[in-house]
Structures are given as C-alpha cells and as structure tokens.
C-alpha cells in the first residue's frame, strides 16, 4: 500500500482525533480506537503504513493531554502557594481540601481518603492512599477514581455487598 496521500493523512488524523476526544481513556485501546476509525471512515486501517499513522495520532493526542494535565496541576499549585502565603488554611466554608484542589469527603484512615474533584469537566469520586513529601500530602498510584454514574452503581451495590461481609465474617 506504501505512501498515504495528504487527504487520507488528514481524514484519519481528524477521524481518530474525534474518536479519542469522545473515548473514556481508561478503557480506549490503540486498536478499539484504529477500529472505530476504520468503520467510521469505510477504510481498512490495518496495514502496516496507516497502522503507524494512527499509533502516531494516538500517542501526540496522549502526550497532548499529559502535557495539559500537568500544566493545569502547575497552574493548581501556584494558585495554592499563594494561598498559602497569605496564610490561609486548606479549608474554605468549613470544608477540606487537599493540595490538589480536590474536597477531601472523609479520612479513611491517616493514609487513605475519599475525595471529591473534577478532571476534564468530569466530577470524580476518588479513594486514594496518600504519602507526605515536604510537607505536602500527595496521591500515590493506589486507588481508584469513579465517574458520577460508576459512583452511583457502586453506591447502589451497598446492600449487597454489606450483605456479603457479613454472610463471610459469620462463617
């Protein structure tokens, strides 16, 4: 197949730019998303050529959205300096919030919370453990974050899984 000419470059680049954009990153795969593209644009997308193509698309969007994620974490922390310099705790109107921004819900334990933040427009409810470096308390990789709607099935799982602990501490 070899060379692609620059319409075809352009209308993948597009095509796969919109399916990542309306994507859950979390559950996107290279593949679910040079497939997506492939049907939407009626084209086979799996020879070697537009195969590397779409991979290229794919990790300049990722590396795009890491970029913007860690700018605005920047952007976060100056904001928090200079709250901090004028000496003003971490609670607003009665409530905690963490370094990131984030309300903090409840302390698990010193380690592990349940925070509330947004990310990308979307409101995330995280439980996390947490670790102290210089004076600051950061997230770590354990945890989990729950959209909205994995909040709301998860929470109407509650009597079920409540159910389930105690038919296995009566054991």
């Keep these: 197949m070899g060379e692609m000419d620059t319409e075809t470059r352009n209308k993948i680049e597009e095509t796969v730019l919109e399916i990542l954009k309306n994507s859950n990153m979390d559950e996107a795969t290279e593949h679910k998303i040079r ?93 996390r453990e947490y670790y102290n470096k210089n004076g600051k308390e950061l997230p770590t990789a354990k945890g989990i974050s729950l959209t909205a709607e994995q909040w709301a099935t998860f929470r109407k799982n509650i009597p079920a899984i409540e159910k389930a602990i105690k038919k296995m501490e009566s054991r």
């Design 35 to 127: 497939k997506a593209a492939s049907e939407k644009l009626g084209m086979d997308l799996s020879d070697p050529t537009r195969k590397k193509f779409v991979r290229q698309v794919v990790e300049s969007y990722l590396t795009e959205q890491q970029a913007k994620a860690e700018q605005e974490v920047e952007v976060e922390e100056e904001e928090e300096e200079e709250e901090e310099e004028e000496g003003s705790s971490k609670k607003r109107g009665g409530k905690e919030y963490d370094d990131e921004g984030g309300l903090i819900v409840c302390r698990l334990s010193n380690k592990r919370r349940v925070t509330l933040s947004e990310f990308r427009g979307k409101t995330l409810v995280s439980m």
